[in-house]
């Protein structure tokens, strides 16, 4: 969120540690099961934000003979591209390519996740300015947040928020509305959409094609049937989980678990987080993250997370109840959720001409949490790379240009990863550290410049005499919080503790 994300405005880097990666692959033609699917027979997502019915593709074309094709070779028909995962990453990945003239496939299983019980424990939060350069319509956006408190493990409430103006919020989402719009809109510019479970996938030798393996699902059927799709070049957008960075030996990372309730609670409780929300901070509710009370359409999500102690993640979520209860309680649980959120980027993310983005690729900010815009903002950089690498689909990509997205990403964002894994690290290691932390989200200097660089994911400059101001605030918060002594802090304690009790536990 923005009172953890911005603290990082300080840092300055112009790019990231670049490694080199080997073998390209390609591709030349499309089929599903036995018959190829025809760009001009797009598939439709199923019911969701605007309830479009399915559509099957027309069957019964003889397959095209498959031809390897170098890095660069003009094509006699448009480059093939598939995406394996539609949430905003695959999203953006496959909009930007359908409009940029790029025969484009994507495959996503969770379709319905509007009305499934599944779907990312996400707490919804996007910037405002991911609001009009995605051209987000009001409709999806549930609340405007303009007001936040950081509540420290005494119970200490700081109001966050006092330097916004009237212009100036956070948009609060709901995820199934959200990755439902952005599909929808990416069918409409030409994406062929499949109801589909990525499995695993081949390479021809040489400059071969790759061969999907996927499960088809007609909607109605729990069982999916089992078909091939054959593509250039493939974007995987499929999740901390990624059976695509499986496949290249993208390698691994370290995960944390979220978990969230969706909770409706009366009216009257509702109106108090209308353009509120609540981040909670303490040993109890997450020994290395926060936990949190964001506000939805119609109810609240309460959640946490933690990397450390992921089999304690229910009493976590717990200790986050019992601290929001006197503003929660009354409330009916709708829905429950759970879903590993990525520490850190992968070791690798390109491979050939297969690429990672979003979640996938590691794009999830460290103390603050922040994957949404850095999942869509990731996939249309890396389609992006591909539309001017092929001239619009008339030419074969590679690796090359594959890192041309990497290179882009890791200057632009490196800063703020580092930052915030820097900050993480210093301010969540023990209570008396987080109580300095909140301590300092009372300073409008820190207000300001934390919400100037979430909302606009720009690296606001600040001035030299405030910044010292700043860094002797930050060194006087933690000697008053005593963070600095030797040990461990406190131990994990869980369940509903009064006021006096955290603080008698600092």
């Known amino acids: 969120m923005a009172a953890l994300q911005g603290l990082s405005v300080a840092a300055a880097a112009t790019h990231a ?11 030349s033609h499309c089929t599903v099961g036995a018959p190829a699917l025809s760009a001009s027979h797009s598939m439709r997502a199923g019911a969701g934000l605007r309830g479009r019915p399915m559509r099957s593709p027309v069957a019964g074309r003889r397959a095209m003979q498959v031809m390897a094709v170098r890095d660069g070779a003009k094509l006699d028909r448009p480059l093939r591209v598939a995406v394996i995962g539609g949430g905003p990453a695959g999203a953006c990945t496959a909009e930007t390519l359908a409009k940029g003239g790029v025969e484009t496939y994507l495959i996503e299983r969770k379709m319905d996740n509007c009305k499934a019980s599944i779907s990312m424990p996400c707490g919804g939060a996007i910037p405002i300015c991911m609001v009009d350069e995605f051209s987000l319509p009001p409709e999806i956006i549930d609340r405007r947040v303009t007001k936040m408190k950081m509540i420290s493990p005494s119970n200490r409430e700081v109001d966050v928020g006092k330097t916004l103006n009237d ?14 719009y952005l599909r929808n809109r990416a069918q409409d510019l030409g994406a062929n ?44 957008a499929d999740g901390a989980n990624s059976r695509v960075a499986k496949e290249i030996g993208a390698g691994d990372y370290d995960f944390a678990i979220a978990f969230q309730e969706r909770i409706r609670i009366p009216e ?53 109840r019992d601290r929001s209860r006197v503003k929660t309680e009354g409330g009916t649980i709708i829905r429950v959720e759970a879903h590993p959120i990525p520490e850190h980027p992968r070791p690798r993310r390109v ?20 994957g949404i815009y850095f999942a869509a903002k990731s996939g249309r950089m890396a389609a992006e790379a591909i539309v001017q690498a092929s001239a619009r689909g008339q030419r074969m990509v590679g690796e090359a240009d594959l890192r041309v997205y990497l290179d882009k990403w890791d200057k632009q964002y490196w800063a703020t990863y580092k930052v915030l894994d820097i900050l993480q690290k210093v301010f969540y290691r023990s209570n008396p550290a987080r109580e300095a932390f909140v301590e300092m989200c009372e300073s409008d200097y820190v207000q300001k410049m934390t919400f100037d660089s979430y909302l606009y ?25 005593n963070a600095l002594r030797s040990g461990e802090g406190t131990s994990v304690s869980f369940g509903n503790r009064t006021a006096s009790e955290n603080a008698a536990a600092v």
């Not at 540690?17 to 591709?27: L, Y």
Request: charge should be neutral; aromatic fraction near 10%.
């Open 268 to 320: 009257d409780k509702m109106e108090y987080y209308k353009d509120l929300a609540e981040m909670y901070v303490g040993d109890d509710v997450s020994p290395d993250f926060y936990g949190w009370v964001f506000p939805k359409y119609d109810h609240v999500a309460v959640g946490t997370g933690t990397v450390v102690n992921k089999t304690a993640i229910k009493q976590y979520q717990q200790a986050t």
């Open 17 to 27: 540690p670049r490694s080199a990666f080997g073998a390209v692959v390609t591709s």
């Open 457 to 481: 994911k720009t690296v606001v400059p600040g001035t030299p005499l405030n910044d010292v101001k700043l860094l002797v605030q930050t060194v006087g918060s933690l000697l008053r919080g």
């Open 193 to 236: 959409v499949i109801n589909g479970l990525f499995m695993r996938m081949d390479q021809a030798p040489g400059d071969g094609p790759f061969t999907l393996h996927y499960n088809k699902y007609d909607g109605v059927s729990r069982v999916g049937k089992p078909s091939t799709l054959e593509v250039d070049a493939v974007i995987g």
């Open 351 to 370: 491979k050939g001409r297969v690429a990672l983005v979003g979640d996938a690729a590691g794009y999830v900010t460290k103390c603050s949490g922040e």
């Open 167 to 180: 212009k100036e919020w956070i948009g609060m989402c709901r995820r199934e509305v959200l990755d439902d």
